[in-house]
């Protein structure tokens, strides 16, 4: 730590945290290492420490010592996210949340769990698995639903059954002061107030820290189909995504894969043997007689536009591993540069544009002379680049950087967005006046009537003066 007056503030937090956690707060080098960036690559930066609370009063009297302090707040779920979310630029104390991991209700006659913040989306899963419900955000990683709220994350079955932002129904919060707050409630439609319940979601741990969420539940469906559709271009697998969702197919999952990330697949998980060219990964939920209409008529879509017929997964364990391959893309895709760092990128589009948008990255990767494999879960507009780069080589992390504006700039032209779910962290930062515009003050404004010392989460999302 430094010694000047903002270090001897930390150092003072610190010491009063100690007080509170005892060996619940660490400041060891090893620890403080691990929460010093998430999973993609972003430029590292070291917490002063970093605190385990295990109850929301706990949280609560971390925030009021921070405060008194002026120390920086970073909440911290399990470290999947990839825009740098967590990284304490600032320093301060980071808080993990991954001890407060009970499931602390299922409701299943309102639909509905409650969970604390470092509760996992496969663990609440597993605890479901009996009842016939499910919760359905799937972002890939075995992410904590505290910071898929505060990512506002999405995933492969988004186009089915929506985002965190359609699934969280209600909040605790702990405000930067400590004071503990409740959003929202378990009706399924309120007109009482400003929605403070997606205020909170997707502000990145700006605003207060998530300490219970009431997530949205979905019966297991009667049928479950999955397949693998091998195409000649990509633009034949975006066209029949296109036609499919045109024709108002309730596709459950529908995912674009380029040759580019085909290649780094076989690579990885050599057992799966498909051809390296452009694919759709696809799932069918509903009944028998739907999941075969489904069925039939994506067939029929994507022969013509040059697709091959599917190849099918229809037990479950061959389902699962169809999708552990899928979320496994970011490994796989490493594998293709062996020694390179994912320089992660998204985007959204309209689904009218996202033939033209994926056109265009294309050819912005082969001009920057990067590997850049796409990737994305098309049934929404929402594409991927896995940008590999060696973080040393100033020229590559250059263009990089460069490539990943460009996509920015580009969905924002088209009239979309620079993040369908990955979030600002510190990668977007700069792009938000582009696609905001004056609203983007607006966001600041809010930021500081909630947090007017500026400690959750400093550096992130928005600019406070």
């Not at 930067?176 to 741990?205: C, M, N, W």
């Not at 309730?250 to 995912?255: G, K, N, Q, T, V």
């Not at 008529?297 to 022969?303: D, R, S």
Request: charged letters at 20%; proline letters at 4%.
């Amino acid at each position: 730590m430094t010694v000047d007056g903002v270090g001897m503030k930390h150092e003072q937090a610190v010491a009063a945290l100690r007080t509170l956690l005892g060996d619940r707060l660490s400041t060891g080098d090893s620890i403080r290492e691990l929460h010093a960036r998430d999973e993609a690559y972003t430029a590292p930066a070291l917490p002063d420490a970093v605190a385990f609370p295990e109850t929301t009063e706990e949280v609560a009297g971390i925030a009021r010592i921070c405060a008194a302090h002026d120390c920086p707040i970073v909440p911290y779920g399990i470290g999947t996210s990839l825009e740098g979310h967590v990284v304490p630029v600032k320093g301060g104390v980071t808080v993990d949340l991954s001890r407060m991991d009970r499931i602390v209700e299922i409701d299943a006659r309102n639909l509905c769990a409650v969970v604390e913040p470092g509760v996992t989306r496969k663990q609440l899963n597993e605890e479901l698995r009996a009842t016939g419900l499910m919760f359905t955000v799937d972002p890939g990683a075995n992410a904590t639903i505290g910071g898929m709220a505060s990512t506002r994350a999405s995933g492969t079955n988004a186009v089915r059954y929506g985002t965190m932002r359609e699934n969280v129904m209600a909040l605790e919060v702990v405000l930067p002061d400590g004071q503990v707050i409740e959003t929202g409630t378990r009706a399924r439609k309120s007109s009482a107030g400003y929605d403070l319940t997606h205020l909170f979601v997707g502000s990145e741990g700006t605003l207060g820290i998530i300490t219970r969420i009431t997530v949205r539940l979905f019966g297991q469906p009667e049928a479950i189909m999955a397949a693998t559709c091998a195409f000649e271009t990509v633009d034949g697998a975006v066209d029949s995504v296109m036609d499919a969702m045109q024709l108002g197919l309730p596709m459950a999952r529908i995912e674009l894969l380029d040759e580019v990330q085909m290649r780094g697949m076989n690579i990885y998980n050599p057992d799966m043997k498909l051809p390296e060219t452009p694919h759709l990964f696809l799932e069918f939920h509903g009944s028998e007689s739907g999941v075969a209409e489904q069925v039939e008529n994506f067939t029929a879509i994507a022969g013509e536009h040059g697709g091959s017929d599917l190849q099918w997964a229809t037990r479950s364990e061959d389902r699962s591993r169809l999708w552990q391959a899928r979320h496994d893309a970011y490994y796989a895709a490493k594998a293709l540069v062996p020694g390179a760092e994912g320089y992660v990128t998204d985007c959204c589009v309209p689904i009218d544009k996202l033939a033209v948008a994926i056109r265009r990255a294309r050819a912005a990767i082969d001009e920057s002379g990067l590997v850049a494999p796409i990737l994305g879960h098309v049934g929404d507009g929402n594409f991927h680049l896995v940008i590999l780069i060696r973080p040393d080589n100033e020229t590559e992390l250059t263009a990089a950087n460069d490539l990943a504006g460009l996509l920015n700039m580009m969905s924002i032209e088209l009239g979309g967005t620079m993040t369908g779910e990955h979030g600002v962290g510190l990668g977007k930062k700069k792009y938000m006046t582009a696609e905001h515009g004056d609203s983007y003050a607006l966001m600041g404004v809010i930021k500081k009537a909630i947090d007017p010392q500026n400690i959750m989460n400093p550096g992130k999302m928005v600019n406070v003066n």
